[in-house]
């Protein structure tokens, strides 16, 4: 159980474009799913809170209209990255909170951007 | 503000040993909840135990125990009988919860080497 999913696993967009970035609860409802960023060799970092139904909270210093964030089911959120630039190449993960307030999380997007 | 730290940025062991992957944090809350994830090469980042501040006996899952020292406040994952296959990044991660957030706060991470 527990099974989330990320889709695409990687992706490459040229400079300027916007991607979207899925993450969804296979066999559970999730209220709660969190999206994370991660560089070569670094810890993850926090960027947002998506909560079903309502509007995502950010983190400081993450760009809201940059990093478009949409939970509009129990099972589905998404991260859309608009107007991408080579700075924002990165390890993009998603989780979901289960019932101990763990968090289970999917395998991963590789973003490039050239 | 809510703190974990894990100060061993690399640890070997050779297989079918046990090795002990440190993490101490820091909290004001009474109640609190710990967790450690491994993630392998491939990225996806695996949840592995979970320690409540309440809980009175430390966690076990399989191969994975926590050595739960509450006083020292120190969380420290022991892994019993190493495989090749337990080589990888491990983060050591602490629940932070307000009235206004709600969210896990990570580890720089130790990576694991398991040599035969």
């Known amino acids: 159980g527990a099974v989330v999913s990320q889709h695409p696993s990687w992706v490459i967009c040229k400079s300027g474009t916007s991607v979207k970035i899925e993450c969804r609860s296979l066999?559970?409802?999730?209220?709660?799913m969190f999206w994370y960023r991660q560089f070569p060799k670094q810890s993850l970092m926090l960027m947002a809170t998506?909560?079903?139904?309502?509007?995502?909270?950010?983190e400081q210093g993450v760009e809201k209209d940059k990093f478009l964030i949409n939970h509009a089911s129990l099972t589905l959120s998404t991260l859309t990255v608009t107007s991408a630039h080579p700075e924002d190449s990165s390890f993009y993960i998603c989780s979901a909170r289960g019932e101990n307030y763990e968090q289970y999380f999917g395998p991963g997007t590789r973003l490039t951007v050239t | 503000a809510q703190k974990i730290t894990q100060t061993q940025p690399g640890m070997f062991v050779q297989e079918k040993e046990a090795v002990t992957l440190d993490c101490t944090y820091d909290?004001?809350?009474?109640?609190?909840?710990l967790f450690w994830y491994k993630q392998p090469s491939s990225g996806e980042m695996i949840f592995l135990i979970y320690q409540g501040s309440y809980d009175q006996q430390n966690a076990t899952e399989g191969r994975y125990s926590l050595n739960f020292q509450k006083a020292r406040k120190s969380a420290n994952l022991v892994i019993s009988a190493s495989q090749l296959g337990d080589s990888a990044m491990y983060f050591c991660?602490?629940?932070?919860?307000?009235?206004?957030?709600?969210?896990?706060?990570f580890g720089t991470g130790t990576r694991l080497q398991v040599f035969p």
């Open positions: 991660a602490m629940r932070e919860h307000s009235y206004n957030t709600d969210k896990l706060i």
């Open positions: 909290t004001s809350d009474p109640s609190y909840g």
């Open positions: 998506s909560n079903e139904g309502s509007k995502a909270t950010y």
């Open positions: 066999d559970f409802q999730a209220t709660t």
